[in-house]
């Protein structure tokens, strides 16, 4: 295929799927310089992006907190150097069977910003296993 | 391949995407102009010192909750960009070590203050994308980006129009003070103009990789041309294509920015040196 | 007189490096500037030119600093540095530029002539670095004569040169001062750099300015 081919097919495509743009943001194929990115900016506009769906890949950890004892279910992102780690609090779904301690998942969730004095803690309710 | 395109077209609607490039290639063609004013006055390793300046006061800035750390760090570096190019006029501490001193001990002190007083959760996460950059560029708000936009456009400008002025002090400082250049201006000026474009490359490649932005284009260029005004226009036409490359690469493949960018001024260099040793 | 020198104290941090000089240049003389090593022949030459304050006394040009060339002391200038010759000349104009940000037609007219005057046209888009000894002196040479041609300072101009070159460089000065530059040179060279001089200034314990018959009578 010619270059020009491939732009033209490149530019429909994109066109074609943001004519399609479903409600799922699928961070769960983004490489770690984009994704870290790409969190950045949902920090800092969580109220435009609460209510919506997310896709992410990430490790799977049972969490206690040390100062209220309680346990929380996060989903651990960190890039290739290991020095950017980001968490998200995670509400399971009804029926969705906890996966084991540290292992790797997929998982779509709606995102919910909890506002807190300084921080904002980036939860996913209703969150499910995908393939 | 078109997959490749696909996702990198899809990347391009994201603003910070947007902003990275805008930012990013106006940074590297203002760093590249540096270097061609630093590197034939055997001051490569200023734009290190700086930066690790530049660090120092962004630790002090953190520590006293400043929210824009610009406001902190362009007023330190600068005023030691101004101490440090004009300290060669008769004080204590001779040339490369005071500026030795300056920049261990800034980024030593700046990396305490951080610790002890950073109520940031994510300290090494910070730390080591000012150090080396490997998201800062892409997270820059709307603000940062008509700063960077306007900085950029006033040290082209100062570039373009004092061009000759600026060829006559590096090439010959005392016969252009002979000739009616206002010699003294002109270093307290570039000294500013230093400072302010190391602050914001420390944005792109992070604080230690930034002498390999101002270094590498006017070390590249100067193998393939033999004329001042060639040797410039080729450092910054190097300097942008690496950059945009190298934000291309990052974001595909999911390296670190900033030393993707200097990997692929590297790279360049090396192409010119086997270029050079052929012809 | 092109060049009045009334009572002047020459040195740094106000302490005189010289005993007080007094002396003048006319039109179309040929002074050479000499004595020992540290004796004060370079900062005497920068306060000429305005690079350092003298200590006190008077410096007095009826010539105006437009006209004035000079051609510094070879040694500072970096060695790999990327510079046509054409600009190197060029950058002579900087003088005449005023507030324009870049060089005239007439500018670049300057500097093509005064190339093609000390020969060294030929080399206009070679580098600086390629040039021999002799002919890089030419260039920088070019470069005084932008910046003003009726009078022209020169620090020790064949100090690293070799003899051919050296021989060649006062040819080409002589026949400038013959068709009216005025030329003030400090120099090393007592043996040959005297030869065309008109005047001598030497300057040590005691300072003597005179004819160059009179500078010979006194110190050989």
Same mark, same amino acid.
């Given at each position: 295929m010619s270059a020009w081919k491939r732009l033209f097919w490149g530019i429909g495509l994109w066109a074609f799927s943001n004519g399609f743009a479903s409600d799922v943001l699928d961070l769960?194929?983004?490489?770690s310089t984009i994704l870290f990115a790409k969190l950045y900016e949902i920090s800092q506009s969580a109220e435009e992006y609460k209510g919506k769906t997310f896709r992410m890949k990430g490790y799977y950890e049972l969490a206690k907190d040390e100062i209220d004892g309680k346990k929380y279910h996060v989903l651990l992102l960190s890039d290739a150097a290991a020095c950017c780690n980001f968490s998200f609090e995670m509400e399971w779904d009804a029926h969705e069977k906890i996966p084991k301690k540290g292992s790797q998942v997929t998982v779509e969730g709606i995102f919910n910003p909890i506002f807190e004095e300084h921080m904002i803690i980036p939860q996913l309710k209703k969150t499910r296993i995908v393939p | 391949m078109p997959d490749l395109l696909e996702t990198f077209l899809n990347y391009l609607q994201y603003g910070f995407v947007q902003r990275a490039f805008v930012v990013g290639i106006l940074i590297s063609l203002c760093a590249s102009l540096l270097g061609v004013m630093l590197v034939f006055r055997r001051f490569s390793y200023l734009g290190d010192s700086l930066s690790h300046v530049a660090f120092g006061a962004m630790a002090i800035a953190a520590a006293l909750n400043f929210t824009d750390d610009l406001l902190v760090m362009l007023p330190v570096t600068i005023l030691c960009a101004v101490f440090l190019l004009r300290?060669?006029?008769?004080?204590l501490v001779k040339g490369d070590a005071s500026i030795a001193m300056m920049s261990v001990g800034s980024l030593a002190m700046g990396y305490l203050l951080m610790n002890l007083f950073?109520?940031?959760?994510?300290l090494s996460g910070d730390v080591c994308s000012t150090l080396f950059g490997s998201t800062s560029i892409l997270t820059l708000s709307s603000f940062d980006t008509v700063l960077c936009a306007s900085l950029s456009v006033a040290v082209i400008l100062f570039f373009v129009l004092f061009y000759n002025s600026i060829f006559a002090i590096i090439f010959d400082e005392t016969f252009a003070k002979a000739s009616g250049v206002k010699v003294e201006r002109f270093n307290l000026v570039m000294a500013i103009v230093t400072a302010a474009v190391i602050v914001f490359a420390m944005r792109l490649v992070g604080s230690l990789l930034v002498s390999a932005l101002i270094i590498f284009p006017t070390v590249s260029a100067m193998r393939l041309f033999k004329s001042f005004w060639g040797v410039t226009l080729c450092a910054v036409v190097l300097s942008v294509f690496c950059t945009a490359i190298g934000i291309v690469v990052a974001i595909l493949?999911?390296?670190?920015v900033g030393s993707t960018i200097v990997a692929v001024n590297i790279l360049i260099f090396a192409l010119t040196s086997i270029f050079r040793r052929v012809k | 007189m092109i060049l009045e020198v009334k009572k002047l104290l020459v040195g740094y941090h106000k302490k005189p490096v010289a005993a007080e000089l007094n002396f003048s240049v006319a039109p179309g003389d040929f002074l050479c500037i000499v004595g020992t090593n540290g004796a004060g022949k370079s900062t005497l030459l920068k306060t000429l030119l305005g690079l350092i304050r003298p200590i006190s006394g008077n410096i007095i040009y009826q010539?105006?600093?437009?006209?004035i060339g000079y051609l510094p002391q070879?040694?500072?200038? +970096?060695?790999?540095?990327?510079?046509s010759v054409l600009e190197i000349v060029l950058s002579g104009r900087n003088a005449h530029?005023?507030?324009?940000?870049f060089y005239s037609a007439e500018d670049k007219r300057m500097a093509f002539e005064n190339m093609e005057r000390l020969n060294?046209?030929?080399?206009?888009?070679?580098?600086?670095?390629?040039?021999s000894g002799g002919e890089q002196q030419r260039v920088l040479l070019a470069r005084a004569l932008c910046a003003g041609d009726k009078l022209l300072f020169l620090d020790e +101009?064949?100090?690293?040169?070799?003899p051919e070159a050296t021989a060649d460089f006062y040819g080409l000065l002589k026949t400038l001062n013959e068709s009216g530059l005025t030329i003030v040179m400090v120099t090393h060279d007592e043996q040959e750099g005297l030869?065309?001089?008109?005047q001598v200034l030497h300057v040590g314990n005691p300072n003597f300015y005179g004819d160059l018959e009179e500078y010979r009578a006194r110190f050989t």
């Open positions: 769960s194929r983004m490489n | 300290s060669g006029n008769g004080t950073s109520k940031k959760a994510n493949v999911g390296t670190p | 010539v105006p600093s437009k006209e070879q040694n500072r200038i +970096p060695k790999n540095f990327p510079a530029r005023s507030w324009r940000p060294v046209l030929q080399y206009a888009n070679k580098c600086l670095r390629e040039l +101009p064949v100090a690293s040169l070799d030869e065309n001089a008109s």
